[in-house]
């Protein structure tokens, strides 16, 4: 069965500080890839996705992510992090050739800023 | 061009009680997801809806759990004799193509 895994449960940083949170899935064929945002009390937002293309793709609020096929990784990326940027992260991941069908998500990432 | 809604934001209710979930995707979007998530898990996958048609029930627990999206009204997920171990936010998301667009969940807590 496919899975997604996220290296890290927690990550604290100060503001100004670079971020990378890590995401590797197995799945052997073609992938749609996800990062997803849940700020405290909200909803799940889509921050960016792969579907094919430039590896290197753009989201809102300056993130983006890095497709890497060989190490079968997608991971998020942000220069400098801002104190709203402190929420949870999920990486996802559906099979590709298929529109719709259900993401797989990995355990999630929180991302704590101090000012 | 409203979001993905969801109803009750929060519930309560007694072991044994039935639960009710309500989710009404965003305007013009025809599947319909449910996702549950734990304490200290990442979001699992339970159901995937079209219109009056079961698509994916993979992620469903075989008893107690129940979703339909009829072709009038929102999409349900009922939860027959609830138990503390279903205490979780579950999230609907919608789709028109690749993307799911989440609601903003209903916590439901059995006590």
């Known amino acids: 069965a496919q899975s997604v895994s996220q290296h890290n449960h927690h990550v604290i940083l100060s503001e100004a500080a670079s971020l990378e949170l890590g995401c590797n899935y197995s799945?052997?064929?073609?992938?749609?890839l996800f990062w997803y945002v849940q700020y405290p009390g909200q909803h799940l937002q889509l921050l960016l996705k792969?579907?094919?293309?430039?590896?290197l793709v753009k989201g809102i609020k300056g993130f983006e992510a890095e497709f890497i096929k060989s190490k079968f990784s997608f991971n998020l990326r942000k220069p400098s992090v801002q104190w709203s940027d402190t929420a949870e992260y999920f990486c996802a991941v559906i099979p590709g050739g298929t529109s719709y069908g259900k993401l797989t998500f990995g355990q999630g990432t929180i991302l704590t800023v101090h000012p | 061009n409203a979001g993905v809604m969801q109803n009750p934001r929060h519930l309560v209710r007694r072991r044994g009680q039935e639960a009710r979930l309500r989710c009404s995707p965003m305007?013009?979007?025809?599947?319909v997801y449910w996702y549950r998530q734990l304490p200290e898990e990442g979001l699992k996958f339970m159901v995937y809806l079209q219109k009056e048609n079961i698509i994916d029930e993979s992620g469903m627990p075989k008893e107690r759990f129940s979703a339909e999206f009829p072709k009038e009204g929102p999409s349900i997920l009922r939860i027959q004799q609830v138990v503390r171990g279903d205490s979780a936010a579950y999230f609907c998301?919608?789709?028109?193509?690749?993307?799911?667009?989440f609601g903003p969940g209903t916590r439901l807590l059995v006590l």
């Open positions: 305007k013009g979007h025809s599947h």
């Open positions: 799945y052997g064929g073609t992938v749609n």
């Open positions: 792969y579907f094919s293309g430039d590896p």
């Open positions: 998301a919608s789709s028109y193509q690749e993307t799911q667009y």
